[in-house]
C-alpha cells in the first residue's frame, strides 16, 4: 500500500494546473525538505545582538546585521528565501519590532511599526502571515498574527492576565504550538496548541512546577521538540521531545548546564540548539534527533543563541515554468517518482504534488 517508484510519462503533454482553491498553499510543509543554513544571534555585550547565518557544519560564518542595538533572528521562509527578525532599530525606547530581510542580509523591512514590544516571529508556512508575540494593549504578552507585509495585526490568544509568547505554526499552518504560564506570576509555563484563529487552545504539556517552553514542530508534523526544567531545576533546562498530542514525553539531552532554544532540521533528522556545556558562554550545538552525537557549530568565545535552519527547496525532474500567481504549466519527458515530489515556486506559494501509486494501493 506504499508508493510505488516508478516513471510518470509525460511525453509532450502540457499540464496547466490552477491553484486557486485546489491545492491548498499549506502543503509545502508536509514534506521534509533539504537542510540548507543556520541563523543565530551573537552578544557583543553592551546590549548589542546580531544576526549570522553559517553553513550546518559551522563553516562560513557570515553576519547579516550591523546595528548597535539587539537583532535576533525568527524564522525562515518555507523556501528558504526570507527571514523574519527582532530589531530595535525603528522601536520607542528599547522596544523591539519586528522585521523581514533576504538571506543574504538585503531588503531589511520593518513590518510590526509600532509603540510596543514585539518578539519571536515566525513565518507561516504558505509565507502569507507571521505569528509572534507583543505587550501591546497591557504589560502581558499575547500572541498575534499578521499578514507578512505587516498589515492587520491581531491579538489571537487573548487570554490576559494569562501570559502567551513563543509561538510557531505547525507543518500544515492549521495550528499554532505556545507557551503560556497561568501561575500569575510564579513563573510556571506549559506548551498549549491553539487553531490558526486562536480557538480551541488546549495545554498539551501540562507539567505541573515546572518550564515547558521554546517549542519547535517536526517537518512531518508528528513531534514537537521543547526545552524543559523539570528535571535540572529552575531554568536549567535540557532539550525533550513528545508527540504532538503532548504524548510521550522524552528526555533527549542529559547534562548539568542549560540546554535551550531547540529547532529541527528541515529534513527532520537532526536538532539545532543553544547550550552553555562548554563553559559560561552559549554555543551552537547540533545533535541526531534522538538526541546523540551532539556537536558544537560556533566554536566562539561569545555567546551565540537562537538558531534556526533554513529549509532548501528542490524541483526534481521536469521543467517547471511558472505563467503568473495563479496557474504553471509543467512540461518534460519523463519523471522519476520515488515519493511524492514538491515543487515550490517562490514568491507565488504554489505547491503541486505527482504521485503514482501501485495499482493496488
Do not use: C
Not at 263 to 275: A, E, L, Q
Amino acid at each position: 500500500m506504499g508508493i510505488r517508484k516508478s516513471i510518470l510519462p509525460i511525453g509532450l503533454a502540457v499540464m496547466m494546473v490552477s491553484v486557486l482553491g485546489i491545492i491548498p498553499a499549506d502543503v509545502f510543509a508536509t514534506f521534509p525538505g533539504n537542510n540548507g543554513k543556520i541563523t543565530f544571534d551573537r552578544n557583543f555585550g553592551g546590549g548589542n545582538r546580531e544576526v549570522f547565518v553559517m553553513n550546518d557544519d559551522g563553516s562560513g560564518k557570515t553576519q547579516l546585521t550591523n546595528d548597535p542595538g539587539f537583532d535576533q533572528p525568527g524564522s525562515w521562509s518555507s523556501d528558504g528565501t526570507k527571514i523574519v527578525f527582532v530589531s530595535q532599530v525603528g522601536g520607542v525606547g528599547n522596544n523591539r519590532q519586528i522585521w523581514i530581510m533576504n538571506e543574504d542580509g538585503s531588503g531589511k523591512t520593518n513590518l510590526s511599526q509600532n509603540a510596543f514590544d514585539d518578539a519571536n516571529p515566525w513565518l507561516s508556512p504558505d509565507g502569507t502571515k507571521i505569528v509572534f508575540e507583543s505587550r501591546r494593549g497591557g504589560n502581558d504578552l499575547q500572541v498575534f498574527v499578521m499578514n507578512v507585509d505587516g498589515s492587520n495585526q491581531n491579538n489571537i490568544s487573548m487570554s490576559s492576565p494569562d501570559v502567551d509568547g513563543n509561538p510557531n505554526w505547525s507543518p500544515l499552518g492549521s495550528k499554532i504550538v505556545f507557551t503560556r504560564d497561568t501561575s500569575g506570576g510564579s513563573f510556571e509555563f506549559d506548551l498549549w496548541t491553539m487553531n490558526a484563529d486562536g480557538s480551541g487552545k488546549m495545554n498539551i504539556s501540562n507539567d505541573v512546577n515546572s518550564n515547558d517552553d521554546d517549542a519547535d514542530w517536526s517537518p512531518d508534523g508528528s513531534k514537537i521538540v521543547f526545552e524543559s526544567d523539570r528535571v535540572g531545576g529552575p531554568f536549567i533546562n535540557e532539550i525533550w521531545t513528545m508527540n504532538a498530542d503532548g504524548s510521550m514525553p522524552t528526555q533527549i539531552t542529559f547534562n548539568t548546564n542549560d540546554d535551550s532554544n531547540p529547532n529541527y532540521s528541515p529534513d527532520g533528522k537532526k536538532i539545532v540548539f543553544r547550550t552553555n556545556r562548554d563553559g559560561g558562554n552559549r554555543e551552537i550545538y547540533v545533535m541526531n534527533a534522538d538526541g546523540s552525537n551532539p556537536q558544537n557549530l560556533s566554536n566562539d568565545p561569545s555567546s551565540e543563541s537562537s538558531p534556526h535552519w533554513q529549509p532548501v527547496s528542490v524541483l526534481i525532474g521536469g521543467t517547471l515554468l511558472p505563467i503568473d500567481s495563479t496557474s504553471l504549466i509543467l512540461a518534460g519527458a519523463q519523471m522519476t517518482a520515488a515519493w511524492m515530489i514538491p515543487v515550490i515556486i517562490a514568491g507565488a506559494g504554489i505547491v503541486l504534488v505527482f504521485v503514482r501509486k501501485s495499482k493496488n494501493s
